[in-house]
Structures are given as structure tokens and as C-alpha cells.
């Protein structure tokens, strides 16, 4: 069936209201998940502006605006990379409105969550673990890495991966539908800067589904340019380091990515006047993607994708 993407939030700091968040379900079902919630109701107002949310039938008696039923009835889950502000302020702010959902995340990230965000003090429990009183509106869902989960009320299957975030444990999550697959990662610094072989072991997992054609695009970082030496990248990624572990990915495969379409996801603002990230990322990116040949995509607020 493919993916039907829908861009929440887009870039990975300094400007609120518009912070990684991406709205995603199976072509022609509209149960969706959010994978990340930096960016949630501004990134649905947006959305419904560009006319991304037109085929969301209303019915007749909808009480909510079109931003609010999408949110009330279109979106299922919850998928979250890590806790970090710029991942889940979103689903803060909108908790008071929101439908009861599940948040599916590793251990690691539901403890942060659970005692440091949803904890009483810095907002009110809206989870059904952690500090009393719990209004269990949300349902946290502990995923194992590498074991495949059926998201419930969705078509869609997930498999988390842990990342390695600076000092901090991300998440990839690989999503499925049917036979279709596609990969989101949250933060994440390549192997060899974080001298670690987490992104080896999701390109060796996902090299069979390349193989057979069956991985329909990726959603993955690339926070600063290159300028940004290797000391300050805290966990991310630059456009060298993003097209080294994509060809990592394409030796794991044995197979060609050409033509494969990635999200270039994260970008980090800049407050310069000289150099923005936006116009500097894509073209380094550019020049170093003449053999492998991939589709970078440089998201907007309020697009949609649809990955076939
Ligand atoms: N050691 C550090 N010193 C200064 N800034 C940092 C450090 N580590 C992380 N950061 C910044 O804090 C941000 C937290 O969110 P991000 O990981 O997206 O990006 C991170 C950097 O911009």
C-alpha cells in the first residue's frame, strides 16, 4: 500500500512550532500514528491550510475543527525517538485536548516521560504510569528493540531500534504495511563518531527488505553542515556523515539506492545572516550524492508525501 506522509514539524530546534513531527498511515487507511510530537496542533493548522488534511471527511455532526478531529480520531499513537523538548513539547501542549492514545517508546524513553515530563510538576500526569494522581489518558507501551509490534488500531507494524544520541538512547522506528516498509529515525550521531555500531545493525536488519525492493524511503537527521566539526556534533549528523551511512546502508544491501527517496529531517536553524542550513545542507548534500543517487527531499511544514 505505501505511506501517506504528512509533515507536522520539520526542523530540529530554535523555531517553535515547527519541531519534528510527521503524521504517517498506509495509503488509503487514515489511522495514523505521529512519529515524534515536537510540532503537534500548529503542524495540523498548517497542514489543514496547504489543504494536506482535504480528504478527512467531517462527518456531518463533527464538533471539531478539521486540526482538532484529525487529532481526536486521525491519529491512533504516539511513536517517540527520545525525550528531548524538540521531540515531544507537541504532545505537552496539546495533552489537555487530546483522545486517549498510546505512547509506544523504549524503556529508556518512557521512564523519562513518565517521571520527568508527564510527573505532576512540570505538567500534569496525563499517563497511567509514574506519579499519582494519573489521569491515563495516555498508555505507555514499552517496545522491545528488534521485536516487531502491531500497532493497535492502525495498519501498521513497528520494530525500534535503539540509536546513539550523544549521551542520550534514540529510537529508529521501522514501520510497516503489508509488504511495504519504511524507516524514521529520531536523533542520531553516525557509528564512527559515536564509536558505536547501532546504525550497522539497522542496515544490516533492513538490508533483505532493500534487497527486495520493499523499503519505500527513509526519514533520518542531518542537523548541521558540514562546517560543524566532528567535537559539536552532540549526536547528530552532517551531510557527510548522513551520505556515509547511507552508502553504508547500500554496501549492507548489495543493492543500488539510487532513486531511494530520504527526508532530510532535523535541520537546525541558524540565526547567521551568511550561510543559511537550509540552502547549505541541501547542496553538500548534493555534491557528495553523485554516485549514490538517492532523492533527498528537504521537508516543509504541511507536506505530503505519499511513498509508493
Ligand atoms: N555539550 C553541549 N554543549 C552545548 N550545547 C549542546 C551540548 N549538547 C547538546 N547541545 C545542544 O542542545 C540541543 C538539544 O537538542 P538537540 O540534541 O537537537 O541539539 C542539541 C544541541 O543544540
Redesign the pocket.
Given at each position: 500500500a505505501g505511506f501517506d506522509i504528512t509533515v507536522l514539524g520539520a526542523r530540529?530546534?530554535l523555531e517553535d512550532g515547527n519541531l519534528s513531527a510527521y503524521m504517517i498511515h498506509p495509503i488509503g487507511d487514515p489511522r495514523a500514528i505521529l512519529c515524534d510530537a515536537g510540532t503537534v496542533l500548529h503542524g495540523l493548522q498548517v497542514a489543514d491550510q496547504r489543504g494536506a488534511l482535504d480528504d478527512t471527511r467531517l462527518p456531518a455532526d463533527a464538533t471539531e475543527t478539521r486540526p482538532g478531529f484529525v487529532l481526536h480520531h486521525g491519529i491512533a499513537a504516539y511513536l517517540i525517538s527520545h525525550a528531548?523538548?524538540?521531540h515531544v513539547a507537541g504532545l505537552v501542549l496539546v495533552s489537555p485536548d487530546d483522545s486517549a492514545k498510546s505512547i509506544y517508546a523504549l524503556p529508556s524513553v518512557t521512564t523519562v516521560l513518565s517521571r520527568d515530563l508527564f510527573n505532576g510538576a512540570v505538567w500534569p500526569n496525563n499517563g497511567d504510569i509514574g506519579t499519582p494522581p494519573r489521569l491515563g489518558l495516555y498508555h505507555y507501551q514499552d517496545l522491545a528493540a528488534g521485536q516487531p509490534v502491531t500497532l493497535a488500531h492502525t495498519g501498521l507494524r513497528v520494530t525500534a531500534f535503539p540509536l546513539s544520541?550523544?549521551s542520550?538512547e534514540s529510537t529508529a522506528f521501522l514501520l510497516q504495511s503489508g509488504t511495504d516498509a519504511m524507516l524514521y529515525f529520531g536523533?542520531t550521531g553516525a557509528d564512527a563518531v559515536e564509536h558505536g555500531t547501532r546504525l550497522q545493525a539497522i542496515w544490516q536488519a533492513v538490508a533483505p527488505l532493500v534487497r527486495a525492493h520493499r523499503l519505500r524511503g527513509i526519514v533520518i537527521e542531518c542537523?548541521y553542515d558540514d562546517t560543524r566539526p566532528d567535537s559539536?556534533l552532540?549526536?547528530?549528523l552532517s551531510p557527510r556523515w548522513l551520505l556515509r551511512e547511507l552508502t553504508a546502508l547500500q554496501d549492507a544491501a548489495h543493492t543500488p539506492l539510487r532513486g531511494m527517496p530520504v527526508l532530510v529531517a532535523?535541520i537546525?536553524p541558524s540565526l547567521r545572516r551568511d550561510a543559511d542550513p537550509l540552502s547549505v545542507i541541501p547542496a553538500e548534500l548534493r555534491e557528495g550524492n553523485r554516485d549514490l543517487g538517492v532523492n533527498f527531499i528537504v521537508p516543509e511544514q504541511g507536506m505530503r508525501l505519499q511513498w509508493r
Open positions: 530540529g530546534g528531548h523538548l524538540d544520541h550523544g542520550v536523533d542537523s559539536q552532540w549526536g547528530h532535523h537546525k
